[in-house]
């Protein structure tokens, strides 16, 4: 199992993010380490101090004292200790660097350049972490997942779905509308445990009669046509039989493939309606005088030679 396998891989570290390009909104959690500096209290400013397992922080004057810092954020905590320093400054300042993030994991599983966990230092969206991992295989679906424990909320996208069983909330992003930042909202920001996972890109595979057999991805497609595939297998040979092609489709839960006839010349005329190919379909086109040429289907794309063989009783 794919996932199992990442659980154990060796966890690989992420660059520290520099502390200027935190944002205020970056929320404490336990072990996160901050350094205070606080205009006229020599006490704290310029010191290290580091948020418990409770979330909290001890600071060594009675006016502060024990602090719950935890699921506050910088902003918040820097307001809060220039509103107890008032007893003890005029006008109090109060700067919170974090030093030391707490270092809780992400799961990146299949198809990345660098599966694995991943320590999620500071505050890292999901663009930020696929760069810093190296991003996609050229053969990945370019549809990724994440899913997300329900403890750190829903993720805050319309599309998110529940599922109370399992207690994690999950989504289907689109690459391509990553990529070119047609909704910014997706650009998650990642919380500890999320798991992003991407498969394999679906195929579907046309052999026999062809100018190249062999797979043709579907990207971010449900279907393709088989007009499509035609043309990006190269179009037909001389000696097809478009008119006896088939689609060899899988059926559910079973080895077996069911038999679709398709007229290809009618397809490419134009005089019927184009046909959908789904996920593992196989497109067979055979070739004048030769029954067996659909036998190097099996061999050609990987299929289990019992899909080619119904294909040839039924014939």
């Known amino acids: 199992m794919v996932l199992a396998a990442a659980m154990f891989a060796p966890a690989q570290q992420n660059p520290t993010t520099p502390d200027d390009m935190i944002r205020p909104t970056y929320v404490l959690g336990p072990g996160d380490q901050i350094v205070l500096r606080a205009n006229e209290v020599e ?5 290290p101090f580091r948020i418990d397992a409770d979330g909290f922080i001890t600071l060594p004057l009675p006016q502060l004292g024990r602090i719950k810092a935890g699921g506050m954020t910088v902003q918040a905590l820097e307001a809060e200790l220039v509103e107890r320093l008032k ?3 005029k006008v109090p300042q109060v700067t919170i660097t974090v030093a030391q993030f707490r270092n809780e994991p992400v799961f990146f599983v ?4 660098s599966p694995g966990i991943y320590g999620l230092l500071g505050r890292r969206t999901l663009v ?6 190296g991003g996609l295989q050229p053969n990945a679906s370019r549809r990724i997942k994440v899913t997300r424990r329900a403890e750190f909320g829903k993720i805050p996208l319309p599309n998110a779905i529940e599922d109370p069983t399992n207690k994690v909330s999950s989504v289907e992003i689109s690459m391509g509308s990553l990529r070119e930042n047609v909704n910014p909202a997706e650009d998650i920001v ?3 445990y999320d798991v992003i996972s991407v498969e394999r ?3 579907v595979y ?3 009669a062809v100018g190249k057999a062999g797979p043709v991805e579907l990207g971010e497609r449900d279907s393709i046509s088989v007009a499509q595939a035609i043309t990006l297998a190269g179009g037909l040979a001389k000696n097809a ?3 006896k092609a088939r689609i060899l489709r899988p059926i559910l839960n079973s080895s077996r493939r069911a038999e679709i006839d398709i007229d290809l010349t009618k397809v490419l005329k134009g005089e019927t309606t184009d046909f959908p190919l789904q996920a593992n379909d196989v497109l067979f086109v055979p070739e004048s005088g030769s029954k067996e040429r659909a036998i190097t289907v099996a061999t050609a794309v990987g299929i289990p030679l019992i899909s080619t063989l119904i294909y040839l009783v039924v014939k």
């Open 87 to 89: 007893t003890l400054v």
């Open 206 to 208: 046309i052999d026999g």
């Open 201 to 203: 890109a679906e195929q």
């Open 110 to 113: 299949g198809a990345f350049k």
């Open 241 to 243: 039989q478009a008119k």
């Open 43 to 47: 006490e704290i400013s310029d010191k």
């Open 190 to 192: 990642l919380q500890p």
């Open 128 to 133: 930020e972490m696929l760069a810093s991992i």
